[in-house]
């Protein structure tokens, strides 16, 4: 009976160190205020600011959410990306009223990163990410 105990405990602990263990939910719990005060600020730059904080987060993410993050974060690159190649300050574009000589491509560019970012698949990953926290942790993603 002992025996059949210790080969279980070996054949389970690879798998829960790949559903998040205690440095997973240490950073969640180190930077979820910072999340919080990001998404309390209702900014349109949030998902920026919190890049660094969500490429944190799935470099130690759980395999079975990893992809969720890797789409996040993806995505909020692109965005980065496309604000970068045009030489936009994100906290004062205005898709509406674009910067003078802003090109086509790049106001195109813009629109395309925006739009993927608020994609449902975007959103689903996003509230894959927030249910493995509360499963996993036991906390909340962000207070």
């Known amino acids: 009976m002992r025996t059949t105990g210790l080969v279980a405990l070996v054949l389970v602990l690879p798998l829960l160190a790949g559903c998040g263990g205690k ?8 930077r979820q205020s910072q999340l919080g005060s990001i998404s309390d600020a209702g900014s349109p730059t949030g ?24 789409l996040v974060v993806s995505r909020i690159e692109a965005l980065q990306s496309a604000l ?37 698949d975007t959103v689903q990953a996003l509230a894959a990410v927030q249910q493995e926290v509360l499963d996993v942790c036991h906390t909340p993603l962000e207070v």
């Open 23 to 30: 440095d997973y939910c240490a950073t969640v719990r180190a």
């Open 47 to 70: 998902a920026l600011q919190a890049l660094p904080i969500l490429e944190e987060l799935e470099a130690k993410a759980p395999d079975d959410v990893h992809h969720d993050y890797q």
């Open 84 to 120: 970068d190649r045009a030489g936009v300050d994100p906290t004062s574009y205005d898709p509406a009223h674009p910067p003078a000589g802003l090109s086509s491509a790049d106001r195109r560019q813009l629109r395309d990163a925006a739009a993927h970012l608020a994609a449902s």
